[in-house]
Structures are given as structure tokens and as C-alpha cells.
Nanobody, 120 residues
Framework: QVQLVESGGGLVQAGGSLRLSCAAS????????MGWYRQAPGKQRELVAG???????NYADAVKGRFTISRDNAKNTVYLQMNSLKPEDTAVYYC??????????????WGQGTQVTVSS
């Protein structure tokens, strides 16, 4: 089992910044993918930014140039720096981890979510 603990959400004005953290613990495989998703009311959960299993990053078009994902492997922690926030960024943000073995996803885990609210 893997536990993902998110922190850093909150209320911020448009144009402001927030930094989310996701600390992973438990049975983390050497090869894994970690990332951030978000879900706004009435919408499907969507990928915001993530590390693939080979370490490359990908971003949703809506956040490119504003959000930056980073990780501290020693701490098994992934961060999401969010700048120039917009009201449409308002959502619950979830951390996700997928363990891989032999390039095949074996299991996936979600954090409990952290609310980000951007006021106009």
C-alpha cells in the first residue's frame, strides 16, 4: 500500500501563487509515475501535471507556463508550484502515484485531495 498526503491548498486571489506538496510513503516501486490531477464541480478529473515513469514531465495546456511540477526523490515528495492563478483553476487537486514493474502499471493510488480556490 501507498499513502499520499497532500498539503498546500487554500484560498488565493487571481494572479496569486500556491505551492502544493504530496508526500508518498509505503510500497513505492523504483519505477513509478507521480502527478497532480484536479476536479472542478461538475467536471471530470483531469491531469494537471505529472512525471512519467521515465522521468519526463507533461502539463495540461491550460497550465503550461504557469505551473511547475518538481520532485524530491529522497523525500518521495512531489510539488506543484502554481503561479498566475486564475478562477478557472479552482478545483480539488489530487496527487496520484502509479507503480510500474516491467513497464506495466501494477497499481495506482490517490491522495485525499486538497481544495484550491481562486477568487476573482
Amino acid at each position: 500500500q501507498v499513502q499520499l498526503v497532500e498539503s498546500g491548498g487554500g484560498l488565493v486571489q487571481a494572479g496569486g501563487s500556491l505551492r502544493l506538496s504530496c508526500a508518498a510513503s509505503g510500497s513505492i516501486f523504483t519505477i513509478n509515475a507521480m502527478g497532480w490531477y484536479r476536479q472542478a464541480p461538475g467536471k471530470q478529473r483531469e491531469l494537471v501535471a505529472g512525471f512519467t515513469r521515465d522521468g519526463s514531465t507533461n502539463y495540461a495546456d491550460a497550465v503550461k507556463g504557469r505551473f511547475t511540477i518538481s520532485r524530491d526523490n529522497a523525500k518521495n515528495t512531489v510539488y506543484l508550484q502554481m503561479n498566475s492563478l486564475k478562477p478557472e483553476d479552482t478545483a480539488v487537486y489530487y496527487c496520484n502515484l502509479v507503480n510500474y514493474r516491467n513497464n506495466i502499471p501494477r497499481n495506482g493510488y490517490w491522495g485525499q485531495g486538497t481544495q484550491v480556490t481562486v477568487s476573482s
